[in-house]
């Protein structure tokens, strides 16, 4: 598996892109040529197997290489920095000194730190942060998070948004947005397309050189916020899983999140005093989507129904080396963190593979089995394919065993592998059939659901959807649930309103969730010390969420 977020990321898009060759470096790319990474020339090597990257650097797109690889991070900065692992901890002021929610959340008021300047020179100022979310209102495709805007406006210096509605739910997603250079973005014409390939932000890094294999970024001398321990960041993408194991254990790579299916021997065995992993979680998970559009898909008793067959224990123990915890209730709500959100029908509830069950359910909704081939109640064979990028070997022998789990149906699917890029430009157009993909987490479960189930933000197949529902899921209650968990003004109402949409995740069925999400990594301290830890938990360790920048700032050189 390759870095996945989803994220999202909770905040930005999952949620992702590549870069172009930018101006400059300075001192701080000293050691540049000698390979490998090391504290004592100041170079830290990431690497994910995702196979070549595309120039690209527009940190709002999630299918761009700068989000793909995870250095759209080291560019461009939030306003505040959140912890996903502990994301009801009020966040760390950034780009921000101050921000103060009103009204039930229904309008927010950004207080800047006047020292913040872009790389090339320039002020940071509030005109800057209107501007940004004024594009982000302006084009829905940036718009990753779907946030409804409202007002926007600049008021004594300190930018003030206003809602319609209550953005309880949104909070983190709105204080980690990226902020852009109004003098440089106002000058683009299409910005949902722009590859932005000379990058230009307020963080502590600029590009310096871009191929589709590796891309280098150098510290920023003028950083407005400090001095950096790490002088030069090289982001290499791997074809597979094997390939970036093989550049983790030999130091090559000294940061990265790939799926091992024995991380013990590949990994922690080749230098046991300095490999090191760590995999915390948060309230998202894995699983396969269902495009609802298509036929026969659309069909819940035919989601349900596989729904009831997939090996869950299998594909924990085969594709994912009991890495990720396993998700063990029909609602997917990973456990125990997710325990007092259960409704009372689904306490004690598992997902035991129920296959009598099943083909009970198929035949009451008008499928027939001849000849060992379902057919669907039109008569037409049960035909499907499985989509995942190859190289993605946790995620691909996943898909093998939901293949042998549905054959006891009678369904035929076949597994279909693709480059990471064109896997994740047909997932956001809607063109697939099912495929194994990340959700979103956040405090509650409203996230990982939101992220599925969200009428509000539903694209028709071949217009991108960048804020998720990828599987074009469309039920009027579920909608009506999740805004009335947004906006509520009491617990009850909330409760209320997650029961009801644990019921409908069950019974429409729009995924299989199969995992709960790791927000995890593996990195070595033999050059580079200040890692998050379990002891020390002060950000997820992954590389491709928006609190990478905070670790990579609390680096150290080891010697």
Known sequence: MSVRRRTTLRAVAAATVAIALAAGCSNANSGAGK???GGADGVLTIGKPDGPQTNNSNPFLSTSAGATLGYRYM???????????KPTEKADPWLATDWEWESNFTKVTFTLDERAKWADGKD????????????????PALNGNGIPFDGIAVEGGKVVLTFKESQFVNQNKIIQTFIVPRHIWEKVDNPETWPNRTPVGSGPYKLKTFTPQTTTLVATPTYWNGKTKVKELRYTAYNDNSAATTALATGKVEWSFVFMPNHKQLFIDKDPKNHKLWFPSGLGIHGLWFNTARKPLDNPALRKAMAM???????????????YP???????IPLPAGEPFLAPEYQGANTKPDVPGAKKLLAEAGFTLEGGVLKDPSGKPVTLTFTDPAGWNDYITGLAIIKDSVKQLGIEAKVKTQTAEAWGV???NGNFDATLHWTN??????????????GAILQPIGKSSQAGNFGRFKNDEATTALKEYANAKDEPTRTKAMHILQK????????????AAPIGAEYSTKDWIGWPTEANPYAPPQHTQPSALEIVLNLTPAK
């Open 35 to 37: 390979g490998g990474g």
């Open 75 to 85: 560019i461009y900065e939030p306003l505040a920095m959140t912890n996903m692992i």
């Open 124 to 139: 940071l100022t509030a005109d800057d942060v209107e501007f940004t979310f004024n594009l982000l209102k302006k084009h």
């Open 309 to 323: 067959v997939v090996d869950r224990n299998a594909i924990h123990i085969q594709a994912q080396a009991t890495l």
């Open 326 to 332: 396993e998700i063990t209730n029909p609602t997917g």
């Open 426 to 428: 047909d997932v956001a």
């Open 441 to 454: 987490s956040g405090a509650t479960p409203y996230d990982m659901y939101q992220n599925v189930m969200d």
């Open 504 to 515: 409908i995740f069950v019974e429409q069925a729009p995924m299989i969730p199969t995992a």
